[in-house]
């Protein structure tokens, strides 16, 4: 018998780990996930969201920030909304600098003429009247180019190749786009005429991918455009013959601040504690905007209309946010957590659908550690779909930074992006992409989870205040 008593106690120091899976103190009750059962059901036979995207995409096309497309956009969301029978809409307006792209081209001018495809950066500025042409100056990453001394390079075209990594859950993307965030300003600290990076993005399509630029307003910046993938490696392999001298024209310009807006939708709740969901409504120029981000306000908008019709008073209100001007640096999730500051601790737990229309592979938390448990009921409640264990460092998608930052618990039904950024800010981000099965898998997911997170007993944060870590930026 002590053997035995021994064995189950080792057994148990075993287990211990496991068994926070099925935390006691952190479940959910069985009622809520028969309910959430159900709306998994109907989510895979949902074909809301699918037509939601198609209609977004066809009826208004790209919607970038501040445009008289975005303002389109914000009408048609209100207008689905209110036929789908949300309650409490409303346009939450603020102000955002609009730019705005009208021409661009580049070409070879010798030793080989010839023309290349490149976009410009969203934020650059234009080319003199006639363009610029100068020799290109070649780095084969970025770290060489910020190593490089600020003089010798007057006149130049800087040209950055790095090349990005493709993975499922988009890490290269965060290491890629430091190239193009700097590159303008450190251009022109080196006197350069202008510069040119290879496109932030996985495709070897003739598409160059577009994308937002962080200036500082005490440094000037120079012409900044993305050259395609092929483009980029025609331009290294004619640098092997010797000098190449390039001709650029960018006619872009920064019109100052014009009105944008979040659209904001919910399902009343019983308490004054909320629900953040939704996607952004804004999208670069250059496509339709089906995978960036239509199919975000297609799955949250569908998913929170699943979990409308049932009728029910949920404890929680859910509240979908269309977020504003997303793409040209969150201008619109800033906004809204500087208005709501005074209720971040009504938010009860806040997620963003913002990575295209691939299914969902892994979830990932931004909870307190000691609620944990309800991580693991979370993936307990998906167990059926195998999906990976993330990290407990969500942002919980792009417009939830500024609120996670602010110590809202965030949540992520992470997605397969491994084919994302081949679209991701390219002319080829349109409708035909969308895949009906995967938005279904994500309308199905996201619906149970959101009545699960609108019900579920406890909370996120931690019981002792002294633990929890709030960053302010
Ligand atoms: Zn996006």
């Not at 906004?335 to 990575?355: G, P, V």
Request: proline share 5%.
């Amino acid at each position: 018998m002590p053997l035995r008593a021994l064995f189950l106690a080792l057994l148990s120091l075993f287990i211990a780990p496991l068994s926070l899976a099925a935390d006691e103190d952190h479940r959910f009750d069985d009622k809520l996930v028969a309910e959430a059962n159900r709306l998994i059901e109907k989510g895979f036979k949902d074909e809301a969201a699918y037509e939601i995207i198609e209609s977004l995409t066809t009826e208004i096309g790209p919607r970038m920030a501040g445009s008289e497309q975005e303002a389109r956009a914000r009408d048609w969301a209100v207008k689905r909304l209110k036929k789908m029978g949300f309650k409490n809409i409303r346009i939450e307006p603020f102000e955002v600098d609009r730019w705005v792209r009208r021409s661009e081209s580049a070409a070879i001018v010798s030793p080989f003429p010839q023309p290349l495809v490149i976009t410009a950066l969203g934020g650059s500025v234009p080319t003199p009247k006639g363009g610029v042409t100068g020799d290109v100056v070649r780095f084969e990453s970025f770290a060489d180019f910020l190593d490089s001394p600020l003089t010798g390079y007057e006149g130049k075209i800087i040209f950055i190749d790095e090349t990005m990594t493709r993975s499922q859950d988009g890490s290269g993307y965060s290491v890629a786009v430091r190239k193009r965030r700097t590159t303008a300003n450190e251009a022109a600290k080196r006197g350069a005429a202008a510069a040119l990076i290879r496109s932030v993005g996985t495709s070897s399509h003739r598409f160059a991918h577009t994308g937002s630029t962080r200036f500082s307003a005490e440094t000037p910046r120079v012409p900044f455009a993305a050259l395609s993938a092929p483009d980029a490696d025609q331009l290294a392999r004619a640098l092997k013959h010797g000098p190449v001298s390039v001709h650029i024209e960018l006619d872009v310009e920064s019109l100052g601040p014009v009105q944008s807006g979040n659209v904001i939708a919910e399902i009343p709740g019983r308490t004054d504690e909320l629900v953040v969901i939704g996607g952004h409504l804004d999208s670069w120029d250059l496509g339709t905007g089906a995978v960036d981000d239509g199919a975000g306000v297609g799955i949250t908008m569908a998913a929170a209309h699943l979990v409308k019709k049932m009728n029910r008073k949920p404890k929680r209100t859910i509240r979908l946010i269309l977020w504003g001007s997303e793409e040209v640096g969150l201008v619109g999730a800033r906004a809204y957590a500087e208005a709501h500051k005074d209720e971040l601790d009504k938010h009860f737990i806040a997620s963003e659908s913002d990575f295209g229309g691939g299914k969902i592979w892994r979830i990932s938390t931004n909870f307190a550690e000691d609620k944990l448990g309800y991580a693991a009921a979370f993936r307990h409640l998906f167990a059926r779909f195998t999906l990976a264990e993330g990290n407990n460092q969500t942002s919980g998608g792009p417009d939830i930074i500024p609120l996670s930052a602010m110590g809202v618990p965030a949540f992520r039904l992470d997605q397969d992006g491994t084919d994302y950024f081949d679209l991701h800010h390219t002319p080829n981000d349109t409708f035909d992409k969308i895949k009906l099965e995967d938005i279904q898998q994500n309308v199905a997911l996201w619906s149970a989870f959101i009545w699960v997170a609108a019900n579920m007993e406890g909370d996120l944060r931690s019981d002792s205040p002294a633990e929890e870590t709030v960053e302010t930026q």
